[in-house]
């Protein structure tokens, strides 16, 4: 019984690490897509880059397609920074919770971004973003 334990052991352990190094890289595309995009003000090289042409986009304010993407971000010229948070991995999920600072001085947003990953490129994404107020009726931050 304590062999057949440990040969099953043995025999997930290269699966485990592999999904732990697989999580790892999608953390890393995801960070650097949005990185390029939205802190490097690179949109389009950053779309060529990591988005799949199959692209699929849940915020309803941009279409679907790496394309759409590169046509409703390239050419924005602002100051925006966003500051990474957390990331968080799950099979082939990627979550990044950020403060998103669209002018400096402004409180800016809470977002929350949902990408999807096949083959080390993003094919889907989802968003939510809540406005920073400017009270809170508790001492915590939104992160």
């Known amino acids: 019984m304590k062999n057949m334990i440990l040969m099953t052991c043995l025999a997930l352990a290269p699966i485990q690490s592999f999904a732990l190094s697989t999580l790892a890289q999608n953390k890393k595309i995801a960070q650097d897509f949005y990185e390029l995009a939205f802190n490097q003000h690179q949109p389009k090289e950053a779309a060529l880059k990591y988005l799949s042409v199959e692209y699929v986009q849940h915020n309803p304010h941009v279409a679907s397609g790496r394309d759409a993407f590169i046509k409703a971000f390239d050419g924005e010229k ?5 500051i990474f948070k957390r990331l968080i991995a799950e099979d082939d999920l990627v979550v990044i919770h ?35 107020p400017e009270t809170s009726a508790n001492e915590n931050t939104m992160f």
């Open 78 to 82: 602002d100051e925006s920074k966003t």
């Open 98 to 132: 950020a403060h998103k600072i669209r002018k400096p001085g402004e409180r800016g947003v809470a977002g929350i971004d949902i990408f999807r990953l096949k083959n080390g490129k993003i094919t889907e994404h989802w968003d939510v973003n809540q406005a920073i």
